[in-house]
């Protein structure tokens, strides 16, 4: 496969603001993974506080981090939003004076409170701004934002932002390059699974999902009956205790390398957020997605489109339970051709080359404001 790698006379400073859950940090990591293929000598440096994930997900990619005051957007009215501008106004002093040490050419921002700290920062400078809203519903950072900037990038055609554009998620190479059929036996050896026979996988995400854990592995003597084998993340906060039986269920607390769990599977039922739909459909992995029923239902909208396409199932969260997997989701699991359909489907909605798409996009915003004015520099194919 040929990576084209951009070639500058100084290097790129692009600052990253993606911090506080991993569904704003990960693909901002991502991204800068992506940006460093291009362009090897990019300075890139991400922009984190001390709530949240920053301090431990940021250094563990191997980027600088620089941390700025918490500024939180309440979401209702009460005290919290009365201090609300004071605490801004500080985290905007704190991240202008970041961009200002590190020269940085443009503000790349994934949404929260910490990236509204950032766009104010770089707009108050006359500096580029490139937005990415991984969600079908946009939160207030980046609809602002939107209105700041055309550099407006979005997970999925339809979501309504001012300037936006489709391009989908930065995702790992070790997903978008993942062949689950070649590392399949390999994944399974690893969990403890059989190399034949269907395979379930079982995921609220990094935290945990209280209400999946209990309905799949009460229907773990159903499961059981009609063959299948079970791989349950549980999340590190949660225990299942499922019996010791055949086939396999595999209780884990937490999988650092999701690419082996996608290539153990044959079938998933986890939450719908941006990035657990980008990854599944990016290694066209089925499953029954079962929103986190929150904030209006937004996590519903990330999962409709593979829903829509033949490439998922959606059920409510007060509607799974053991009745509904022995009804509904055994007949799928143990039907080879349908699983089968419903994987190709899910494949055709991913965009495995979103990162590289987004990264080409930034570059070509700092090649046009150091004054090239014609996009990004040529580019020299490697090989």
């Known amino acids: 496969m040929r990576t084209r790698t951009l070639t500058f006379p100084s290097p790129s400073r692009v600052v990253v603001a993606g911090g506080h859950s991993a569904g704003h940090i990960e693909p901002a990591m991502n991204l800068a993974d992506a940006l460093r293929r291009l362009e090897p000598a990019a300075e890139i440096t991400a922009l984190g506080t001390v709530r949240g994930l920053d301090t431990t997900l940021v ?9 700025i005051p918490p500024a939180p957007l309440p979401r209702a009215l009460n005290g919290a939003l009365l201090r609300t501008p004071g605490r801004l106004r500080d985290a905007v002093l704190a ?3 970041v961009l200002d040490r590190v020269r940085a050419d443009v503000v ?4 929260g409170y910490l990236a509204m700290a950032a766009y104010l920062a770089a707009h108050g400078r006359g500096m580029p701004i490139v937005v990415h809203e991984a969600n ?71 935290q945990g999902a209280g209400m999946i854990n209990t309905a799949v592995s009460d229907a773990a003597p159903a499961l059981r009956r009609a063959g299948m084998q079970v791989l349950h993340i549980t999340g590190p906060r949660h225990v299942v205790e499922v019996p010791d039986g055949d086939p396999p269920y595999v209780v884990l607390p937490y999988v650092d390398e999701m690419h082996h769990a ?41 999962a ?13 969260d007060a509607d799974l339970d053991p009745g509904w997997i022995e009804t509904t989701l055994i007949p799928v699991l143990t039907d080879p051709a349908r699983i089968a359909a ?33 996009g990004p520099p040529r580019a020299h194919l490697d090989r």
């Open 59 to 67: 250094p563990a990619r191997g980027y600088p981090l620089e941390l």
């Open 136 to 206: 079908a519903r946009p939160g207030v950072a980046n609809r602002l934002a939107a209105r700041l900037t055309t550099h407006v990038f979005t997970a999925a055609p339809g979501v309504r932002l001012a300037h936006a554009t489709a391009v989908g998620i930065p995702l790992r190479p070790s997903i978008t390059g993942l062949d689950r059929t070649a590392l399949r036996e390999e994944a399974r050896r690893r969990f403890g699974l059989r190399p034949d026979g269907p395979v379930l996988l079982v995921t609220g995400g990094s």
């Open 342 to 374: 419903m994987s190709e489907r899910a494949s055709a909605t991913g965009t495995p080359d979103a990162g590289d798409v987004l990264a080409r996009h930034v570059l070509t915003t700092v090649a046009e404001r150091r004054g090239s004015g014609a």
């Open 262 to 302: 996608y290539a153990a599977a044959d079938f998933a039922v986890c939450r719908s957020g941006a990035m657990t739909c980008a990854e599944l459909a990016a290694v066209g992995l089925p499953a029954a997605y079962v929103p986190l029923p929150l904030r209006g239902g937004e996590q519903r909208l990330n």
């Open 108 to 111: 790349v921002g994934f949404g």
């Open 304 to 316: 409709e489109p593979v829903v829509a396409a033949g490439g998922g199932l959606l059920v409510r």
């Open 95 to 97: 991240a202008g004076a």
